[in-house]
Every structure is written in structure tokens, then in C-alpha cells.
């Protein structure tokens, strides 16, 4: 019997509404948890919303439970699917990934691969994609997309930096980051993601200007002549700064091609405005 393959994510890929329609990619949505009320990521509250509620209540966050994910997989099923890659946030930052292994397991009628994508954001999204384009475009077996998509996370990266640490603090989400003391002298951490999937300080520069300088110089050190690249430019209510960033990753002759966009809602709960971030991927030729 011929493989029908679906791909699922989550809503914290910050793939957009309009590109999960265009490639038919199905996106399980993270909550955002008020005292009184809870919303759907990128479903039902933007992140300007979350912005706003930010002086009267910092919410929290929740992944999606087993039985929302159950349905999803159950949904694909009833279409004719006959195996799912489900790709998702980094298990180091959220328990999203253990609840689709749960449901995985217990799921019959269809084959289930459940990916620790190791990652989040727009470097979630590129291997989401990526494993969109194995699907359409290449005649390869389930086991051997599984493969590639596992060998693509190395290439690759995603760095960050934050206005304040508060919010990373406050949501269990600073990982190996250290910073309390140099929050006094102003020092901002560039911060990227290790292979256990968690948060660690890549360098440390004083001041904004000179952390997205250094982000800047950091990624314009790893492209490589002979290769080419995408660069997505995340940003939370940073736009002004984020679109100079990008405006200057254009100029580099390896990166063929460049995207800007903001962050979801869960992630802004966990990241506060000013976030800037930086995905950095090695296109496969």
C-alpha cells in the first residue's frame, strides 16, 4: 500500500496561517492561561494581546493535551493518512513533545513518528518545511524522510536575544542562561539552544546595539562560501530593529533568501517585547 504522509506541528513554528493552507501542514495550537480565561495560540489572541494584558497579569503557558492531540491524529487518520511526522518544540522547553509520544504510542491504525525538533520558532518551522518539501517533492519511504529531517536540525540554528530576562525567569524557561547580576551592568546574553534542547548563553556584550551587532557577526561567521541559506528574522514588538537586522543579513552573498515575522503569543508570554531572533538554515541542494 502506497505511504500517505502528513506532517504535523505546533503553533510555537510560527509558521503562519497562510503557509500551513499552502502546504497542508496541520499545527496543534499551544494555550495561553489567564486567571479567568484561556486562549488558543494564533487561534483566538494575537501577541500585541498579550502585550497589552502584560500590566495587569502575566499569564502562563500549556501544551496541548493528549486528548487534542489524540483527536488531530484521529482527524488525519479518517483522511486516508497512513503515517504522521509530528515535529515540535524542543522537549528541553516545553512538555509538548512527551504528550505526543504518549498519544503515538497509544494511537492504532496509523503509523506515528514523533520528532524532538530540538528547537523552536522559525527554526521549527524550516524543518517543518523541510520535511514538507521531502514528502512532496522526493520519492523516499517514511523511515528514510525520518532520517533526512533528523540530519537537517544540524543544519540549523537559532540564536536570540531579550530585552530583560524576566519573563525567561518567571516561566521556568532560563534553562543554563545566567544573567541576575549581569542585568545590573546591562549586559545582554545571546542566547541559543543546546543539544539537550535547552537555553544556554552562546556570548555575552554589553548594551542592545552591540548584542544584535554581535548577533549579526556571529551568523555572518558561520555561512560558508559554496553554501546557501535562508535567514528568518523573528522579532517581539522590535520591528524597527528587527528590519534593520534583516536589512543588513540581504546584503551577504550566501543568503539567497530572507523572511521577517513576529513570534507567536505562547512564546511572547515567555520572552516579554524587544525579543529579537535570528534562524539561520543551510538550503539542501
Known amino acids: 500500500m502506497k505511504e500517505k504522509i502528513a506532517v504535523v506541528t505546533d503553533s510555537t513554528s510560527d509558521l503562519t496561517k497562510k503557509e ?11 494555550k495561553v492561561i489567564y486567571s479567568d480565561s484561556q486562549f488558543h495560540d494564533r487561534v483566538d489572541i494575537t501577541p500585541a494581546e498579550v502585550y497589552e494584558s502584560f500590566e495587569r497579569e502575566i ?3 500549556s501544551m496541548p493535551s493528549p486528548q487534542e492531540i489524540m483527536d488531530v491524529y484521529n482527524e488525519l487518520k479518517e483522511e486516508g493518512y497512513t503515517h504522521i511526522i509530528s515535529i515540535h518544540i524542543s522537549s528541553g522547553l516545553s512538555a ?3 504528550n505526543c509520544m504518549m498519544v503515538a504510542d497509544q494511537i492504532e491504525g496509523i503509523e506515528v513518528e514523533v520528532i524532538d525538533s530540538k528547537m523552536l520558532s522559525k527554526g521549527l518551522g524550516r524543518l517543518v518545511l523541510y520535511a514538507n518539501n521531502l514528502i512532496k517533492n522526493k520519492d523516499l519511504s517514511f523511515n528514510e524522510i525520518i532520517e533526512k529531517v533528523e540530519a537537517q536540525k544540524d543544519k540549523i540554528e537559532v540564536l536570540f536575544v531579550v530585552e530583560t530576562l524576566k519573563y525567561l525567569k518567571k516561566g521556568g524557561r532560563i534553562g543554563k542562561v545566567s544573567g541576575t547580576i549581569a542585568e545590573f551592568l546591562n ?3 545571546i542566547i541559543a539552544i543546546d543539544e539537550e534542547g535547552e537555553y544556554f548563553t552562546f556570548d555575552k556584550v554589553r548594551g542592545r546595539k552591540r548584542s544584535l551587532k554581535k548577533m549579526y557577526s556571529i551568523i555572518k561567521d558561520k555561512v560558508q562560501d559554496g553554501k546557501e541559506y535562508v535567514v528568518d528574522v523573528m522579532n517581539a514588538a522590535a520591528e524597527e530593529e528587527a528590519h534593520s537586522l534583516l536589512d543588513k543579513f540581504k546584503q551577504l552573498s550566501q543568503v539567497k533568501e530572507t523572511y521577517f515575522s513576529e513570534i507567536s ?5 515567555h520572552t516579554g517585547p524587544g525579543l529579537i531572533g535570528v534562524v539561520l538554515t543551510e538550503i539542501e541542494k
Open 265 to 269: 503569543p505562547v512564546m511572547v508570554v
Open 20 to 30: 500551513l493552507e499552502k502546504y497542508n501542514i496541520t499545527s496543534i495550537p499551544l
Open 96 to 98: 509538548t513533545y512527551s
Open 59 to 61: 499569564p502562563t503557558t
Open 187 to 189: 549586559i545582554k546574553p
